[in-house]
Each structure stands twice: as structure tokens, then as C-alpha cells.
């Protein structure tokens, strides 16, 4: 069984092994011809033989009988002599049939014994299959395993690959959207290109302005640094002449508000004035009537002698006190007589007055000057402002609070400030 299975795979295996198989089956037929008819040559030879020693030997006849029987017995031997002759070259044929077909056989056995060879060869490759056999059974099962979880991923994949060809038609759809947007990017890319195309010639051009604008850039950062310079100086400026321009409006409204005023006030006193002018005038007659009176009176007054120690000068008297007083006390002795401390209203006066002292001296007196209510505002005692002033130099200087104005005689008289508690004389005036 195995061997037919050999076989047939030897010659499922290699298709030449056939031929080889009909040698040694052809061998073997001929060598059965062969003794079947060496063994029929030996029968026919036994036979002739036999007949010959039975007629000849066994049974000797005489001439006459025997003689037909000897005829037939000459014809079968020629018969038998023939046929051995013929089976004698059939026997020659056969032998020389025979010494080929050893020589084949030879030659088969050695192909036998090289396919004994192969056989083995062949069985130890086939066992080496059944090995490689068992291992691909048992791959096989895994694999089968492996086709089984296949399957069932098959199954998952295919629906998954449902609902991506649902998604895909979606996508599909998308996409169509997307090449019709992309269709239209494309136009505008292209348009884009060509805008690009002259931006960038553009560009250029510009950047050949750029160099040049840089160079005039740094000349006016230099200039920008200076102006910036004069403009924060403009700023504060313009800030402080906003300032004062809010106050010089505040002002302005103030003074416009004033300025109605004063025009209601301007109206007023024009009809005040043309009622002053009016009276003026008629003052102005009745002064001009009063100074003629005046003129008159005075004349008459400066031919009238003062009282004893007591000196005319114009319409005044004056008197230079011999005692030594302070201010105040000097101001009460000229008011007890009816007087007050003198009040120099002229230059004639102020010389006059150096007249009455001993300049040798330099005698100095009280007159009626002082600054007690506001210091360094000099007023007379009658609440006349000084007109003219005599002061010497450096005079008033206020030397450990002096508040009260002394005459000194000199080569044209002068005034100084001292304090007020120094005794010393005084000039009344009435
Ligand atoms: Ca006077
Ligand atoms: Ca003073
Ligand atoms: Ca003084």
C-alpha cells in the first residue's frame, strides 16, 4: 500500500519513472516465454526419443509391416526437425532477445538502485513532509482560529465600513463642496498671484523708497529729537497759557459782568456829572467869588501881628518850644495853646521853618509826622498825605521802631524818624 503510494507519488512526482516501471514489467514476460518454450523444446525432444526406442528397440518389425509406420514415423521426425530447427532459431532468437534484455535489466536494476535512492530520498523528504504536514494541520487550526476572529472582525470591519461609506458619502458631498470652494480659492489664488506679481514690483520700487526715506528717517529722528524738545516746552507752555486763559475767561466774564455794571454805573454818573459839571460850574463861580474874598481876607490876616514868642509865616503862626518834650506831650502843649504840631504843605514853609532853628546846631524838633497807625505810611497830624518830602538820606529807616518825624536844621532843613519818648523841643503851628 505504501509503496503504490510511493509510486504514485514518484510518479505523480516525475512522469519518466513510467517507462522505467514497463522495463522491468516487459522483463519479466519475456523471461517466462523464454523457459515456457525451452520446456516444450525438451517435451518434443522426450517424445521422438520415445517412439524411437519403442519401434526400433521395444517392438523391432519387419520391413514390410513396419514400413508405413516408419514413413510416418520419418515424417513426424522430419516434422519434429523442423519444428526444432524452428524452435531452435526461435530459441537463438530468444537468447539473443534474452542477452538484451539482461543487458536492460542490468541496466533497469541500476536505474532500479538509483531509484531506490530516490525513493529513500524521497521518503525521508516524505516523511519530511508529514512533519512540514502536521505543523501547517496545526497552523492550519491556529489559522482557522485566526480566520474565525477574522471573520467576526470582518463582520465589525463591514459594519464600521457601513458607516464609513455612510460618513464617506458625507464626506463625498463635503468634498464636493470643498473642490468647488477649492475651484474658487484657486481662481483667487490665481488672482492673488497676479496682484502678488505687481506688489512685489511694487515692493521693489517701494524699497528703493525705503533706502532713500531711511536716510531722511535718521535726519528726521535728529529733527524730531529737537522738535520733540520744543514741543514739551510748547506744552507746558500751552498748558500754563490754557491755564491762565480759563482764568483770563473767568477774568474776562467777571470783567464783562463788571464792565455791564460799570456801564450801568458809567450812565449813572454821566447824568451825576453833567449834574456835577453843572454845579461845578457854579461852584467854580462861587470858588473864584470865595478866593477873591480869601485873597482879601488874607491880606488883611498877614498884616495882623501874632501873639508874643510867636512867628507869621503867610496865614500861619508858628512857635519853637524852648522846654524839651516827647511826641505825644510836644502834640498836647501845641493843642493846649490851640494849635497842633506843625504840617509842612510847601517849599516856602520848609524854608521858613530852618529860619525859626539854630543850624550852628543842628537843632532838630518835633513836627506833626508819624507812621503809628501803618508802619512806613508817614501822614500828618491834620490826616493830610505827604505832598513834598525832605527826608534826609537814608531817612526813614525805622532805627529800633521810629515812628514819630523830627526837623533838623541844616543848610536847606530835612526830616529824620526817631522814637517817639526822646525829649526834646517842638514846633507848634496855628
Ligand atoms: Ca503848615
Ligand atoms: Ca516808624
Ligand atoms: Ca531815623
Not at 85 to 101: F, K
Amino acid at each position: 500500500m505504501d509503496t503504490m503510494e510511493i509510486d504514485d507519488t514518484l510518479l505523480y512526482m516525475d512522469g519518466n519513472l513510467i517507462t522505467q516501471v514497463n522495463f522491468r514489467r516487459r522483463n519479466q514476460i519475456l523471461r517466462c516465454v523464454t523457459v515456457s518454450l525451452g520446456l516444450l523444446c525438451a517435451v518434443l525432444l522426450c517424445s521422438n526419443i520415445s517412439q524411437f526406442i519403442f519401434y526400433e528397440i521395444i517392438h523391432p518389425t519387419s520391413g514390410d509391416q513396419t514400413q508405413p509406420y516408419h514413413n510416418t514415423l520419418t515424417q513426424n521426425k522430419e516434422k519434429l526437425q523442423n519444428d526444432n530447427d524452428n524452435l531452435t532459431a526461435e530459441r537463438d532468437r530468444l537468447e539473443i532477445s534474452y542477452d538484451a534484455l539482461s543487458k536492460e535489466t542490468r541496466q533497469l536494476k541500476i536505474i532500479l538502485s538509483n531509484l531506490t535512492k530516490d525513493k529513500d530520498e524521497l521518503q525521508h523528504y516524505y516523511s519530511y513532509l508529514i512533519t512540514k504536514r502536521n505543523e501547517l494541520q496545526a497552523n492550519f487550526s491556529n489559522v482557522k482560529n485566526e480566520k474565525d476572529r477574522l471573520q467576526t472582525n470582518f463582520i465589525n470591519l463591514k459594519q464600521e465600513r457601513d458607516q464609513f461609506e455612510t460618513n464617506y458619502t458625507d464626506m463625498q458631498r463635503k468634498l464636493e463642496g470643498l473642490q468647488t470652494n477649492h475651484n474658487n480659492l484657486t481662481a483667487t489664488a490665481e488672482q492673488l498671484q497676479t496682484s502678488y506679481n505687481n506688489l512685489q514690483r511694487e515692493k521693489d520700487a517701494l524699497s528703493v523708497l525705503f533706502t532713500a526715506l531711511r536716510v531722511k528717517e535718521v535726519q528726521l529722528e535728529g529733527n524730531y529729537t529737537v522738535l520733540k524738545r520744543e514741543k514739551d516746552q510748547l506744552q507746558r507752555s500751552y498748558n500754563s497759557l490754557n491755564r491762565n486763559k480759563h482764568q483770563t475767561d473767568q477774568s474776562y466774564n467777571t470783567l464783562r459782568k463788571d464792565k455791564e455794571q460799570l456801564q450801568t454805573r458809567y450812565n449813572t454818573l454821566r447824568k451825576e456829572k453833567e449834574q456835577l459839571q453843572t454845579n461845578y460850574s457854579r461852584l467854580t463861580t462861587a470858588r473864584e467869588e470865595l478866593q477873591s474874598k480869601v485873597k482879601r481876607m488874607t491880606t488883611k490876616l498877614s498884616g495882623i501881628p501874632c501873639q508874643a514868642h510867636w512867628r507869621r509865616f503867610d496865614i500861619s503862626c508858628y512857635f519853637v518850644s524852648t522846654l524839651k518834650k516827647n511826641w505825644t506831650e510836644s502834640r498836647k502843649a501845641c493843642i493846649a495853646e490851640g494849635a497842633d504840631l506843625l504840617v509842612i504843605d510847601s517849599a516856602e514853609e520848609q524854608l521858613f521853618v530852618n529860619e525859626l532853628l539854630d543850624k550852628s546846631e543842628r537843632q532838630n524838633a518835633w513836627i506833626g509826622l508819624t507812621d503809628t497807625l501803618t508802619e512806613g505810611v508817614w501822614t500828618w497830624v491834620d490826616g493830610t498825605p505827604i505832598t513834598i518830602e525832605y527826608w534826609q538820606p537814608g531817612q526813614p529807616n525805622d532805627f529800633k521802631s521810629q515812628d514819630c518825624g523830627e526837623y533838623v536844621s541844616t543848610d536847606k532843613g530835612s526830616w529824620n524818624d526817631d522814637g517817639c519818648f526822646a525829649a526834646q523841643n517842638y514846633i507848634c503851628e496855628k
